[in-house]
């Protein structure tokens, strides 16, 4: 099965080698037809604590870095 890569934009770097990803995606409600967009946050491992708030940056899926740690960032899109 191939891993999730997820682009989206930091919104937090407090923790260290931490950073808060928001991912928004869109999709057509099944009944209705009417476009939404959802937001989720994914908590991700920054391990040179290179990243700040307001980059965007690509996400990869990988091994557990803790309970909530399941992406790390693979490049900075400007």
């Known amino acids: 099965m191939p891993k999730k ?3 989206g934009i930091v ?3 407090k923790p260290n080698k931490t950073i808060t990803v928001a991912v928004e995606r869109k999709y057509q ?3 209705l037809k009417k476009v939404i967009k959802s937001k ?3 908590s991700v491992h920054d391990e040179n604590n290179k990243f700040k708030n ?3 940056v690509k996400i990869i899926e ?3 870095f803790s309970k ?3 992406f790390e ?3 900075d899109t400007k």
Do not use: M, Q, R
Request: glycine share 8%.
């Open 68 to 70: 909530t740690k399941k």
């Open 40 to 42: 989720k946050k994914y």
């Open 29 to 31: 409600h099944p009944v």
């Open 54 to 56: 307001g980059d965007k």
């Open 11 to 13: 919104v937090g770097d």
């Open 73 to 75: 960032v693979i490049e």
């Open 62 to 64: 990988c091994k557990p």
């Open 5 to 7: 890569i997820l682009s």
